[in-house]
């Protein structure tokens, strides 16, 4: 595995990481999002968005299960397992369906999902209790995702 840790310190530094990761993944990529409400997850979404490619406004799953992206290099498959309480749950929402070398596939509270899923990057988000607008946002995945290496 290989591991990277960075800081951000606005939304607009957390698209522009999304947006590295974005043009760095691999059709058939499941990246496992790991955080507490309000970290940010949804905001590296638009990133991954616009790093494959697409202008589209990306909105949090919460209500839909899942949201779908088209038109970019990759398409972009955003779920929310926040309701899945699972291995039959899951597999109620499609989830499966959606696994293709033409897309990738982004779950938020993929806490509920562990040991279901074959996520091959895990991307862990982090707000530090004194620094509100900071985010530290670790990413592993199973190859190498950043030219640069290491934290940033």
Same mark, same amino acid.
């Given at each position: ?24 993944? &691999?059709?058939?990529?499941?990246? &496992? ?50 309701r899945i ?20 596939? &982004? ?19 982090t707000v530090?209790?004194? &620094? ?21």
């Amino acid at each position: 595995m290989t591991g990277y840790e960075f800081t951000t310190n606005s939304p607009l530094e957390t698209i522009e990481l999304g947006k590295r990761l974005g043009s760095a993944l &691999a059709g058939g990529d499941i990246i &496992a999002y790991k955080g507490n409400l309000g970290a940010g997850k949804t905001t590296f979404t638009r990133g991954l968005c616009m790093g494959l490619g697409m202008e589209d406004t990306v909105t949090s799953p919460t209500f839909a299960i899942v949201n779908e992206y088209h038109g970019g290099r990759l398409s972009l498959i955003h779920f929310d397992m926040y309701r899945i309480d699972g291995a039959l749950s899951l597999e109620t929402t499609g989830f499966y369906d959606y696994i293709s070398d033409d897309s990738v596939i &982004a779950v938020e509270w993929s806490e509920n999902t562990e040991g279901l899923l074959d996520e091959n990057i895990t991307v862990t988000f982090t707000v530090p209790e004194n &620094a509100p607008d900071t985010r530290i946002i670790a990413i592993t995945g199973d190859r190498e995702l950043f030219e640069s290496g290491g934290a940033s």
